[in-house]
């Protein structure tokens, strides 16, 4: 199964934020001039980049006319905003000066960036990555808990287990989740729909078997036992291809970042 990694927040912070989207594309010297604020020309270009950013970064979803006028409405808003701060000087305070600064940063690093994922990918990529990742069989659990609100009470739960006291009895008296009137049981689930303190426990327990350790999550404490193990087949390619797609444009971006550390100087102090 694809695997999330911390480059996957590195590419939405530098592809969606709104300072990449308010400069989506490059200006044309015919861009026409849709407004004049105090004698400032505004092209359709720069107005469109503003809708985009306010749209969420999705130039693709339908505007309505009322909402294009509000949003002129708003971009005019903006501009005058910005005319009298310029007047004020507050492009020269140092504060204002470092976020120019960053936001610039952030949009040239997002163009490279875009460039580098923008490379063509073909098919055979996607499928020998499918090969690699999805094609083997997942498992599914059958997880049933008891929840408490101390560590020293899921002790002596699992104690009453280890003296045979039946699972789904003392979920029924003692756990604090609303699973508790099926026994503790849960739905079926993956190893990745799993909260990490679980995940660490579940896949190694056999069915039948419980945790022998009380598990700590932010809801309390937790004695965890397993029903039932079983396969499931991986989502065919085409299901999953532009997940695919999304995992390799990750997986460029985080290679060249890394040849950039390994060929800099980085000095933290």
Not at 60 to 75: A, G, P
Not at 176 to 196: C, F, K, P, T
Not at 209 to 227: C, E, K
Not at 256 to 267: A, D, P, T, Y
Request: hydrophobic share 40%; charged share 30%; aromatic share 6%.
């Amino acid at each position: 199964m694809l695997k999330k990694t911390n480059c996957l927040f590195l590419l939405s912070a530098l592809l969606l934020s709104g300072a990449a989207s308010a400069a989506e594309e490059e200006k044309s010297p015919g861009d026409e001039t849709i407004v004049v604020v105090n004698g400032q020309p505004l092209s359709r270009q720069a107005f469109q980049a503003f809708i985009n950013f306010r749209m969420g970064n999705n130039p693709r979803k339908n505007v309505t006319r009322d909402q294009l006028q509000m949003l002129m409405v708003e971009y005019i808003n903006r501009e005058l905003m910005y005319q009298e701060a310029i007047q004020k000087g507050y492009d020269k305070k140092p504060e204002v000066m470092v976020a120019i600064d960053n936001t610039q940063r952030n949009i040239i690093a997002s163009y490279r960036a875009r460039e580098i994922i923008n490379q063509p990918i073909s098919d055979e990529a996607l499928r020998k990555l499918y090969q690699e990742r999805i094609t083997k069989p997942e498992q599914e659990y059958k997880v049933r808990h008891i929840l408490v609100k101390t560590e020293q009470e899921a002790r002596d739960i699992i104690k009453e287990l280890q003296n045979g006291v039946g699972f789904d009895k003392l979920a029924k008296e003692k756990s604090i989740d609303v699973s508790a009137r099926n026994g503790g049981a849960l739905e079926w689930v993956s190893e990745e729909q799993m909260i990490v303190p679980f995940r660490k426990i579940v896949p190694g327990l056999k069915p039948g078997q419980f945790s022998t350790t009380a598990v700590r999550t932010r809801f309390g404490w937790h004695v965890i036992g397993l029903d039932a193990k079983r396969d499931i087949d991986p989502p065919s390619f085409d299901s999953i291809k532009d997940k695919l797609r999304a995992q390799l444009q990750n997986d460029m971006l985080i290679k060249h970042i890394e040849e950039l550390r390994k060929n800099s100087e980085i000095v933290i102090k």
